[in-house]
């Protein structure tokens, strides 16, 4: 059986839990699956994996794509604006630590894999599940209104499940403090998405009157998890291992103890100022920064004091747009000057 796949690890991932199970190494940097090759030759991989990749490649296919189009791209998406930025060439070595940087990518990229699965689900692309319809013809009365459970609600359980199978087994036979916390991070990446299904209605009845209302459960929008997450990552808490080697315990003993859906790191982040390969920093040389403001974006943290140099670029843009009957817009092109702040290299 093949598979088109898009093969990430040697590329992105490549330090991933989901890469150092063996079963990306495999597959090199080959653009197609080979599920029987692939599998055999995956020796890493633990016993649930092995079932997982010889009886559903296609759920591995799935798992990849929502770590890579959801996971990565909503990393880089919430992050842009930081040092850290998470670019592909740093991702692996940061993988690795265990900072509130790596806690982000665990969460981001289980929460991605949980969401792709399941949006396979309900895209009927899966032989091994579909809509969520356990709830429907039931007839649901709030105070306020009267609606039917009916279509295709989000089987967002499966995807949660597989999610679990598939990128926390392997950790879950170590059981050193970096295992826990990578767990509890994956974990918490899943939950932004399970623990904030919405209800998404449809209106019957003769138009305007809505006299029926059919529901059903979708998951969140992939941006507003990756806003729940980068608050979690704002709010991390740091973590030491208790001594019964199973829970977690603030290393500030005023702070509350972590939730389900905390983030949490035990290692502080380096200040990803200077190149620096072992701990997946690429330095922040030429990144643009905004001289105006006193964020992290702003040029004074984003340079870390190394100053920034302003460049003057000539932009064009539509402007004077006009409705013309009918139906074009017509504009002209103008230019301005936009000035852009770049930082200095190292001295
Ligand atoms: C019910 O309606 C009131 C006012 O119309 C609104 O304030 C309230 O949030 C509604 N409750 C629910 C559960 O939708
Ligand atoms: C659930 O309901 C939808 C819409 O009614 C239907 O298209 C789908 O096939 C059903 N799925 C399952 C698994 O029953
Ligand atoms: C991220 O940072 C690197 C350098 O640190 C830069 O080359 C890259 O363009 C940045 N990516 C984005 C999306 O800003
Ligand atoms: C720069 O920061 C200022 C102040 O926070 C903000 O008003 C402005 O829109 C930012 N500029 C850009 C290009 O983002
Ligand atoms: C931008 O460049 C164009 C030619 O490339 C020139 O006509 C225009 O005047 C320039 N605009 C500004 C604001 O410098
Ligand atoms: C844009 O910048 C050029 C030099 O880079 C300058 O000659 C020109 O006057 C500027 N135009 C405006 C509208 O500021």
């Given at each position: 059986?093949?598979?088109?796949?898009?093969?990430?690890?040697?590329?992105?991932?490549?330090?991933?839990?989901?890469?150092?199970?063996?079963?990306?190494?495999?597959?090199?940097?080959?653009?197609?699956?080979?599920?029987?090759?692939?599998?055999?030759?995956?020796?890493?991989?633990?016993?649930?994996?092995?079932?997982?990749?010889?009886?559903?490649?296609?759920?591995?296919?799935?798992?990849?794509?929502?770590?890579?189009?959801?996971?990565?791209?909503?990393?880089?998406?919430?992050?842009?604006?930081?040092?850290?930025?998470?670019?592909?060439?740093?991702?692996?070595?940061?993988?690795?630590?265990?900072?509130?940087?790596?806690?982000?990518?665990?969460?981001?990229?289980s929460?991605?894999?949980t969401?792709?699965i399941t949006?396979?689900?309900?895209?009927?692309?899966?032989?091994?599940?579909?809509?969520?319809?356990?709830?429907?013809?039931?007839?649901?009365?709030?105070?306020?209104?009267?609606?039917?459970?009916?279509?295709?609600?989000?089987n967002v359980h499966f995807g949660y499940i597989k999610s679990i199978?598939?990128?926390?087994?392997?950790?879950?036979?170590?059981?050193?403090?970096?295992?826990?916390?990578?767990?509890?991070?994956?974990?918490?990446?899943r939950l932004?998405v399970k623990?904030?299904?919405?209800?998404?209605?449809?209106?019957?009845?003769?138009?305007?009157?809505?006299?029926?209302?059919?529901?059903?459960?979708?998951?969140?929008?992939?941006?507003?998890?990756?806003?729940?997450?980068?608050?979690?990552?704002?709010?991390?808490?740091?973590?030491?291992?208790?001594?019964?080697?199973?829970?977690?315990?603030?290393?500030?003993?005023?702070?509350?103890?972590?939730?389900?859906?905390?983030?949490?790191?035990?290692?502080?982040?380096?200040?990803?100022?200077?190149?620096?390969?072992?701990?997946?920093?690429?330095?922040?040389?030429?990144?643009?920064?905004?001289?105006?403001?006193?964020?992290?974006?702003?040029?004074?943290?984003?340079?870390?004091?190394?100053?920034?140099?302003?460049?003057?670029?000539?932009?064009?843009?539509?402007?004077?747009?006009?409705?013309?009957?009918?139906?074009?817009?017509?504009?002209?092109?103008?230019?301005?000057?936009?000035?852009?702040?770049?930082?200095?290299?190292?001295?």
């Amino acid at each position: 059986m093949r598979l088109g796949i898009v093969v990430l690890c040697l590329l992105l991932f490549f330090t991933h839990p989901l890469c150092t199970t063996g079963l990306w190494w495999a597959v090199g940097n080959t653009l197609t699956f080979d599920q029987n090759r692939i599998c055999r030759k995956a020796k890493r991989l633990s016993g649930k994996q092995q079932d997982l990749c010889k009886k559903e490649p296609e759920i591995i296919e799935a798992a990849l794509l929502g770590s890579k189009e959801h996971g990565l791209g909503e990393c880089r998406h919430q992050m842009k604006l930081r040092k850290w930025n998470c670019t592909t060439k740093s991702l692996g070595r940061v993988l690795l630590q265990d900072t509130r940087e790596t806690a982000f990518a665990n969460a981001i990229t289980s929460a991605g894999v949980t969401f792709q699965i399941t949006s396979a689900c309900s895209a009927g692309s899966l032989l091994q599940c579909g809509c969520d319809n356990s709830s429907n013809s039931i007839i649901q009365q709030t105070k306020n209104a009267t609606w039917l459970w009916g279509g295709c609600g989000d089987n967002v359980h499966f995807g949660y499940i597989k999610s679990i199978e598939f990128i926390d087994t392997q950790e879950k036979r170590r059981s050193d403090i970096k295992s826990l916390i990578t767990q509890h991070n994956n974990e918490a990446g899943r939950l932004a998405v399970k623990l904030h299904m919405r209800k998404e209605c449809k209106c019957h009845g003769l138009s305007g009157t809505c006299t029926l209302k059919t529901c059903w459960k979708r998951m969140p929008n992939f941006r507003d998890v990756g806003n729940r997450l980068k608050e979690l990552f704002n709010g991390a808490i740091k973590v030491t291992g208790a001594n019964n080697g199973k829970t977690l315990l603030p290393i500030n003993p005023t702070i509350k103890a972590p939730t389900v859906t905390d983030l949490v790191y035990s290692v502080e982040s380096p200040n990803f100022c200077e190149p620096d390969r072992k701990v997946g920093s690429i330095g922040t040389a030429g990144r643009v920064c905004n001289s105006t403001s006193e964020g992290v974006e702003g040029c004074q943290i984003m340079c870390c004091n190394r100053g920034f140099t302003d460049e003057i670029m000539n932009r064009t843009y539509h402007c004077r747009c006009r409705f013309k009957w009918c139906c074009v817009v017509e504009c002209d092109i103008c230019t301005k000057n936009v000035t852009i702040s770049r930082c200095n290299g190292y001295s």
